[in-house]
């Protein structure tokens, strides 16, 4: 992880909110894509050993993203993302939930919103998390900031990798 770019993971306890701020040393228009095409999302969204599946995924609002984190074993653990607003490269906002591997999702889950922009060649994401239960996400919170961390650095070798083609 190149140390001199900007990561910040901000709880916010009584906003029930966890705001991540991430630089990266690309393109705007390539950080949009990654976080907006399925094949790039495969490639970054799960911490290895695991490995991200999309089933299906519609970029638009009212569309969907439903997935699966899929382990070595072969375990799929799936989540389904209903995208809520999107203002073409520089914001889209989605309601995440767990999911079965039908598709149905949990009743709970957090709202997120990302803003991406772009100063001196670096791109900076912002992504705000609401969710409306803190107990449920403050107990998943460990496990959930050292997997978004690796998440994080996978996509950063992604778009270093992109960049040179």
């Not at 390539?30 to 970029?59: E, G, I």
Request: glycine content about 4%; some cysteine.
């Amino acid at each position: 992880m190149n140390n001199n770019l900007l990561f910040d993971f901000v709880v916010d306890k009584p906003a029930q909110t966890i705001t991540i701020t991430r630089e990266f040393a690309a393109e705007h228009s390539l950080v949009w894509d990654a976080f907006t095409k399925p094949a790039l999302l495969d490639q970054w969204t799960a911490p290895a050993p695991y490995q991200a599946k999309t089933k299906y995924m519609n970029f638009e609002v009212g569309g969907a993203r439903f997935y699966a984190m899929v382990s070595p074993e072969g375990t799929e653990s799936w989540a389904l993302q209903k995208y809520t607003c999107i203002t073409p490269k520089t914001n889209f906002k989605m309601h995440n939930a767990f999911a079965d591997a039908d598709g149905n999702p949990q009743p709970t889950g957090s709202d997120w919103d990302h803003t991406f922009s772009e100063q001196n060649g670096l791109t900076t994401v912002k992504i705000s998390i609401y969710n409306k239960s803190f107990e449920r996400m403050e107990s998943l919170l460990e496990g959930f900031k050292l997997g978004f961390t690796a998440t994080l650095e996978n996509l950063e070798s992604l778009l270093a990798n992109l960049a040179q083609k």
